[in-house]
């Protein structure tokens, strides 16, 4: 089992860093370029929604990751405020449209390239898990062709 | 991200490499935006260096589209990597932006 482990203070250039990281560490344990983009893509969106809205920019959060055979498993902890990637922001109904229409893309991404995704709080600490699947679960999904 | 730009006849044509998320949209922004002037503007964005891009890139390329559409211009993007043409698809955007598979064919739908 190969896993990954880091702490970060989430701003725009550590986030980018820390992807940049994650992207490296999941080519080089054999994972397929689709899935090493959206698992840095999945932590990018959850970091940066922490970074801005979870209302304190100093504090520490912590991101796991394990590669398993058929797909790579993630964990986000952070001391935001309780926020469920699942449910989502309510649409701003009184923005103009433009703005409605890009609204909400982040978490929109996070729900649609994860097979699993699941949040728990406990007051203090949020915590966000996901799954994405590597590319040989997805063609043996798909059956004989 | 690094941009290089060069004029082929009315066209811009825009090599981008690197990631477009957070911490380099601001920076894109800018230097695209300072293509986006004129009348009709017309621009070819060469994606096939471009390995990552999230929603705050995102942003930014449907703030250039609006921007292009205002001045009856246009905007392709080309060869784009398949992880990020399933961002693109995924966010609606493949159906708003026109996207070729090679920069000569965009070069072609835009002289």
Redo the contacts between chains.
């Keep these: 089992m190969t896993r990954f482990a880091a702490d970060i203070v989430p701003n ?2 550590a ?2 860093g820390l ?2 990281d994650v ?1 490296a560490f999941l080519r080089d344990a054999g994972v397929d ?2 899935a ?3 698992v ?2 999945v932590i ?2 959850i970091l ?1 929604n922490v970074a801005t809205h979870g209302g304190s920019p100093d504090a520490q959060a912590t991101v796991a990751l394990e590669v398993q055979r058929d797909r790579i498993s993630g964990e986000i902890g952070d001391r935001g405020k309780p926020f469920d990637p699942r449910s989502g922001p309510d649409p701003d109904i009184a923005a103009p449209l ?1 703005e409605r ?2 609204g909400g ?2 978490l ?2 996070v729900r ?2 994860t097979s699993v995704l699941d949040y728990r709080s406990d007051g203090k600490q949020n915590r966000t898990a996901f799954s994405i699947p590597r590319e040989q679960e997805r063609g043996l999904s798909h059956g004989p062709q | 991200m690094d941009l290089s730009e060069q004029q082929v006849g009315r066209v811009w044509v825009v090599t981008a490499r690197g990631r477009l998320d957070g911490a380099t949209s601001g920076q894109f922004a800018q230097q695209m935006e300072a293509l986006v002037t004129g009348t009709e503007p017309r621009l070819v964005v060469d994606f096939s260096g471009v390995e990552f891009v999230s929603s705050a890139g995102l942003r930014v390329v449907l703030g250039l589209v609006k921007k292009v559409k205002t001045l009856k211009g246009a905007l392709a993007l080309c060869a784009v990597q398949p992880a990020v043409r399933e961002v693109l698809e995924i966010t609606g955007f493949a159906g708003m932006i026109d996207i070729h598979p090679e920069r000569a064919t965009a070069l072609t739908a835009l002289s």
């Design positions: 725009p250039v986030i980018a992807t940049g992207a370029a689709r090493v983009h959206h840095a893509l990018e969106e940066t433009e229409r890009i893309l982040g929109h991404l649609k390239l």
